[in-house]
């Protein structure tokens, strides 16, 4: 008996034992799959049980970017910036465009009044000739720019090539040299930045000096151009008045007369005269004839000479004024004819001589104005030499480096995990 109850006891350790053991691995199955779901770091290459080909080549991928886009350009930037980054010195000019007869180039002769701008325009205008390759190759003429530009200093990436060409020059130029303009009061402001600070002095010296130059090469052909329109202006009054002068000469000449108002007035008084003492005679023979019975030798010779003032006041006031058709001026017309004749030649003179004044005074103002400098550079703050380098901005380019670095490696971490995550799916 009690054997049979001992074997049945074993077979109910067996039996619980396998029961403990199936519940055993149930519970590391859901174990492991527990752990299989929790998410791992990237750099490791994600959960699982074991890792995947290409989980190690993912896991490579980021370590090699890290490298590649972050530790590599920092390292060198900062070797860059420290060692071998050559000191810039910059020397700032700052001037405004102006005229001699108001503010800006807005008056007579500027180059407003050519292209129909303001102050802005005008400091545009002066910008744009900075930056062109019109004022390197004119201040090319006493500097050698290429040797100011590349000076030595083994900075391959700020110093001008050795084979630069014209164009190469030009944008290394742009890169140098900048002009801003403000839209508002047309103030400009010009940097130079070179290796030297002496060389920056004197080339911002130079390109002040070369925009008051071409400045006033422009408004100056504006005024050769109008001096030129005034002398042919003058040369044609001063014609019409030689022909005026020549044709009142030739009028006088053809009456036979100087003036015929003092004509005229030189006749009144004659007829006048005549008139006075043809009144006289008149009386003189009434008085005779009342008090003589026979006509007498004396009043046959006062009555003669009665007739011959009258013939004589007859002529004149012939000459004086006729209805004659007499209107050629000759000295056969009368005077009025002659008179009106030679008002209408007088009339002639006087226009052409008025015409000739404007025209010389025209003339004058513009020579006078175009000898004298009308458009100028006002420069209210004077280039300095540069006592340190302000370029390159070490700490600064080194930061923005390490900062732009870092976030190209994070799109590309970022783009590969969304790339693995897709696929894996």
Do not use: C
């Not at 930037?77 to 001037?95: D, G, H």
């Not at 744009?128 to 030595?152: H, M, W």
């Not at 004086?320 to 050629?328: E, F, K, W």
């Amino acid at each position: 008996m009690e054997a049979m109850v001992t074997q049945g006891a074993n077979r109910g350790v067996r039996r619980i034992s396998a029961q403990d053991r199936s519940t055993a691995i149930s519970l590391e199955f859901r174990r492991v799959a527990r752990k299989a779901r929790i998410p791992r770091p990237i750099t490791t290459g994600g959960g699982g049980f074991r890792a995947r080909r290409s989980d190690k080549i993912f896991r490579f991928y980021l370590i090699g970017s890290f490298i590649v886009l972050f530790i590599t350009p920092t390292i060198a930037a900062s070797v860059y910036y420290t060692f071998i980054a050559a000191n810039q010195y910059l020397s700032e000019a700052r001037f405004t465009v102006k005229s001699s007869e108001g503010s800006g180039l807005q008056a007579f002769a500027g180059i407003s009044s050519i292209l129909g701008g303001g102050p802005s325009t005008d400091a545009a205008i002066v910008a744009e000739y900075i930056q062109s390759r019109a004022v390197i190759e004119e201040v090319g003429k006493k500097f050698d720019l290429r040797a100011v530009f590349t000076p030595g200093t083994n900075d391959i990436f700020a110093e001008l090539g050795a084979g630069a060409t014209a164009e190469d020059l030009l944008d290394y130029w742009e890169r140098q040299v900048k002009v801003s303009v403000e839209q508002a009061t047309g103030l400009v402001t010009l940097r130079v930045r070179t290796f030297n600070p002496e060389d920056s002095l004197n080339l911002s010296n130079e390109l002040v000096r070369i925009s008051e130059r071409m400045v006033n090469e422009l408004t100056g052909r504006n005024e050769a151009n109008s001096l030129d329109e005034a002398a042919n202006e003058l040369r044609r009054t001063k014609l019409n008045l030689e022909a005026a002068v020549s044709a009142m000469r030739d009028a006088r000449n053809s009456a036979g007369i100087l003036d015929a108002e003092i004509s005229a007035k030189a006749y009144s008084e004659i007829i006048t005269a005549l008139n006075i003492e043809a009144t006289k005679l008149s009386v003189q023979i009434e008085s005779l004839r009342r008090s003589s019975t026979t006509k007498g030798p004396q009043l046959r010779a006062l009555e003669a000479r009665f007739s011959s003032l009258n013939d004589q006041i007859g002529s004149y006031e012939r000459k004086t004024a006729s209805t004659s058709d007499v209107q050629d001026g000759s000295r056969n017309g009368s005077l009025a004819d002659r008179s009106a004749v030679l008002s209408n030649k007088a009339l002639e003179l006087n226009i052409a001589q008025q015409e000739y004044a404007k025209a010389s005074a025209a003339y004058e103002l513009q020579r006078t104005t175009s000898e004298r400098q009308r458009s100028y550079l006002l420069t209210y703050i004077q280039p300095r030499a540069a006592e340190d380098s302000l370029y390159p901005r070490r700490v600064l380019m080194s930061v923005a480096v390490l900062i732009v670095s870092l976030l190209m490696w994070g799109i590309s971490a970022g783009l590969a995990v969304l790339v693995r995550d897709h696929t894996a799916a």
